[in-house]
């Protein structure tokens, strides 16, 4: 069982920066898959950066790509979103997630995730 805990969110002006944070409980977090998905109202859930356990290679969501900067210290069990250059359309309530320990498929949907946050609010105002 993996625990999450966001933080990190609130509101910001368009053009601005935020960075989330994501806090993992357990001594295995380096053995996870690590996901940041958003959802904005009456809106799927958007997959927006991914890192792997393994080999910390990283994907990125198309409307996010050059803006946005996933990393993880696992030394210290926390996931990282680092977004700059934000937009309106960036606003969304944003999930950190984990994956199934060891997994070396798929990293960029949500049914690669098995634990999930309970999210963190970004708002960007024009």
């Known amino acids: 069982q993996v625990q999450l805990v966001e933080s990190g969110g609130g509101l910001v002006q368009a053009g601005g920066s935020l960075r989330l944070s994501c806090a993992a409980s357990?001594?295995?977090?380096?053995?996870?898959?690590m996901g940041w998905f958003r959802q904005a109202p009456e809106k799927e859930r958007e997959f927006v950066a991914g890192v792997r356990w393994s080999t910390t290679s990283t994907a990125y969501g198309d409307s996010v790509k050059g803006r946005f900067t996933i990393s993880r210290d696992n030394a210290k069990s926390t996931l990282y979103l680092q977004m700059n250059s934000l937009e309106p359309e960036d606003t969304a309530v944003y999930y950190c997630?984990?994956?199934?320990?060891?997994?070396?498929?798929?990293?960029?949907?949500?049914?690669?995730?098995?634990?999930w946050g309970q999210g963190t609010q970004v708002t960007v105002s024009s």
């Open positions: 357990g001594r295995t977090f380096g053995t996870y898959n």
């Open positions: 997630a984990a994956g199934t320990p060891y997994w070396s498929g798929n990293y960029g949907s949500a049914r690669d995730y098995v634990y």
